[in-house]
T-cell receptor
Framework: DAKTTQPNSMESNEEEPVHLPCNHS???????IHWYRQLPSQGPEYVIH???SNVNNRMASLAIAEDRKSSTLILHRATLRDAAVYYCILSTSGTYKYIFGTGTRLKVLA | NAGVTQTPKFQVLKTGQSMTLQCAQD?????MSWYRQDPGMGLRLIHY???????DQGEVPNGYNVSRSTTEDFPLRLLSAAPSQTSVYFC??????????FGQGTRLTVV
């Protein structure tokens, strides 16, 4: 299973954009890139996912490098409620297995 | 539409006891999975199922059994609880690799 590498922690000021990086140099052509976040004492929550093209939804944007070896989750305006651990996960089409790493703990400063 | 429901929310077991963690989903999802999360760590996949009657092992399957007799339910059985199984357990379901929905977790302590 392909692995991902993320910074352990990041900080952002409230109302500012946040760019959370993820490296996945061993990604294969059929691996989807997923992002989940986990608020304290809760189960993970879906944020966004993509395969090759950049993706946008109401929560965030996902920018995928042309060679697919890295991606960036973009929160356009961080709020205090966005403080969470963000996980970048690869899943192979047809298996739906998620192998979590340790994620990035995002701290949002008021 | 309740999503993914896990019971119980909290449980204390003595070493050697067995128990079943329940997971049910009402979204007709094919794919269901169990994870454990130890303090300060990410989630680790225990077992997963791609449909009724089909299960497979994840990263850390030892000490756990699963079965999938219906689409809705995916129970996780601890055969003989050990202190090393103290953790928070999450169940998840999804439809063909799309958005996965996670339950609120079961906090298990083995003494």
């Amino acid at each position: 299973d392909a692995k991902t590498t993320q910074p352990n922690s990041m900080e952002s000021n409230e109302e500012e954009p946040v760019h959370l990086p993820c490296n996945h140099s061993t990604i294969s052509g059929t691996d989807y890139i997923h992002w989940y976040r986990q608020l304290p004492s809760q189960g993970p929550e879906y944020v966004i996912h993509g395969l090759t093209s950049n993706v946008n939804n109401r929560m965030a944007s996902l920018a995928i490098a042309e060679d697919r070896k890295s991606s960036t989750l973009i929160l356009h305006r961080a709020t205090l409620r966005d403080a969470a651990v963000y996980y970048c996960i690869l899943s192979t089409s047809g298996t739906y297995k998620y192998i979590f790493g340790t994620g990035t703990r995002l701290k949002v400063l008021a | 539409n309740a999503g993914v429901t896990q019971t119980p929310k909290f449980q204390v077991l003595k070493t050697g006891q067995s128990m079943t963690l329940q997971c049910a989903q009402d979204m007709n999802h094919e794919y269901m999975s169990w994870y454990r999360q130890d303090p300060g760590m990410g989630l680790r996949l225990i077992h997963y199922s791609v449909g009724a009657g089909i299960t497979d092992q994840g990263e850390v399957p030892n000490g756990y059994n699963v079965s999938r007799s219906t689409t809705e339910d995916f129970p996780l059985r601890l055969l003989s609880a050990a202190p090393s199984q103290t953790s928070v357990y999450f169940c998840a379901s999804s439809y063909r690799g799309a958005e996965a929905f996670f339950g609120q977790g079961t906090r298990l302590t083995v003494v």
